[in-house]
C-alpha cells in the first residue's frame, strides 16, 4: 500500500496544466491564480501557432526563392546553349517568357501573402486608452484647448490683418471700391468673411453701373473683390466731356474726349428710364443698323413726347417714337438702299420720306407765295388810297361854287 501512493501522486501532476510548478501542484489555487495560468497557457499556445504559421511563410518564401533562381538558371543555360542544339533540348523564347511570369506572379503572392496576414491580424489598443474616464477628460480638454486658441487668436493683431486686391473689368479704381465697400482696418478678418454679401451690395449701391461684385476668400487674410461693369451703350455729351451710360441706364463719370473710342454712340436722353427703354428697343435690331446710328435725342414734339431724331452715320434723319423704334426702324434699311441723297425719313404716323431739296423748294415756294400777297395788299391799299383823295377833291369842287353864289347874292 505504501508503494502505491507516489504513482498516484504522479498522475495527478501529470494531468496538471503545462508550466506549473511542483510547488503549487500540492496546494489549492485562488481564482485569480487559476485564470493566470490559463491565460499563460493560451498565451503560449497562441505564440507556437504564430511561430509555426512564420515557419510555413519562411518555407514558402524559401521554395519560391528556389524556384525562381533554379528558373533563372535555366534560362542561363538555354541561352547559352550552342545553336545546332537537338530542338527537344532548346527552350524558346515563350518558355522563358512563362517562366518569368511565374517567377513574378511567385512574388506577387507573396506580397498578398503578408499584407493579407497583416491586414488579418488582430490589434489591441492598451487599456489606458480604451479607459472611460479617460476618453470624458480628453473630450473636456480639448473643448477646452480649441476655445483657449480661439480667443487667443482674436486678442492678437492677426485677427484684423486683411490683404484687400480689387480686380475686374470696371471704371472705379481700387480706392474708390474699397471705400465703398465700408471694410475697416480694426474689423476681423471673421466679420469681413461673414459679411461678403453685404459688402458687395454696399458696392454694387454705391456705383449703379456696376453689374456683379464676387468677393473670393484665401487663406488666412486674401481678400480679392472681382467687380464687373455693365457693358457701356452710348456717351452722353456734358459741359467738362462725355458722360458713358451703361446699359443698365446708369450714366458714369465724366471721361476726357480723347479717351473716347473711335466710334460711339451720342445719347441725349436726360431720364434712365428712356435710356433703358432705348437699349431695350435697340436690342431688337441688327448689328448693322445698330452700328450705324451716331446720335439719339428727342425731337420735342407736342403730338408725340417721346418722339427721336435719330441721326444716322450715313447723313439721313429718322423721326421714330422710341416705343415703336424696334418695330419701325428695321425699314430704315429698305427705304435708304436706293437713295443717295440725304432723306429725311417721318415714322411718327405712317412711313413717308423727304429729301433736302424738296425741302428747300417747299420753303422757296411759301416765300415767293407771301412776297406776292405782301405785293397785292400794298397795291390794294395803294389803290384805296387813291380813290379816297379823288372823293375829297370832287367834295372840294363841289363845295366851291356854292360859296360864289352866296356871295354874289350878298
Known sequence: MAKETPKKAKKKTADQPAG?????????????????????????????????????????LESVLRQATQTKK?????????VDQPEEGKETSSDIKAKQELASQSWLEKWRHFWQGWFQRKWTLPNWLTNPSLLKASSVLVVALVVAVVSLYFLTPLSTQKNLTVTGETSVNQADVLTASGIQSTDYTLTTLTQRQQIAQR???QYHWVKTVAIAYRFPNTFTIRVTDYSIFGYQQSGDGYVAVYENGAKGTVQATSSLPASYLTINLDKESQIQTL?????????????????????GSTTTPDLLNV?????????????????????????????????TVDMEVG?????????????????????TEEQA????QAAASTTTEEVATTDEAQTAPTETTASSSN
Not at 501542484?25 to 491564480?33: A, D, F, K, M, R
Not at 535555366?74 to 550552342?82: F, L, M, V
Not at 437699349?279 to 425731337?299: G, P, W
Open 20 to 60: 506549473q510548478d511542483k510547488k503549487t501542484s500540492g496546494l489549492s489555487l485562488t481564482e485569480w491564480q487559476k485564470r493566470n495560468l490559463e491565460f499563460l497557457q493560451k498565451k503560449k499556445e497562441r505564440e507556437t501557432k504564430e511561430a509555426k504559421e512564420l515557419e510555413l511563410q519562411r518555407q514558402r
Open 74 to 82: 535555366e534560362a542561363e543555360k538555354s541561352e547559352e546553349s550552342p
Open 203 to 205: 458696392i454694387k449701391s
Open 279 to 299: 437699349v431695350k428697343e435697340m436690342r431688337k435690331l441688327s448689328e448693322n443698323l445698330r452700328n450705324n446710328i451716331q446720335t439719339v435725342a428727342l425731337a
Open 311 to 343: 441721326t444716322m452715320r450715313d447723313g439721313n434723319t429718322v423721326l421714330v417714337p422710341l416705343s415703336q423704334l424696334g418695330k419701325k426702324l428695321p425699314y430704315y434699311e429698305k427705304i435708304s438702299s436706293g437713295l443717295t441723297a440725304p432723306i
Open 351 to 371: 412711313i413717308y420720306t423727304t429729301t433736302e431739296s424738296s425741302s428747300s423748294s417747299e420753303a422757296a415756294q411759301s416765300t415767293e407765295q407771301t412776297s
Open 377 to 380: 395788299q400794298d397795291e390794294t
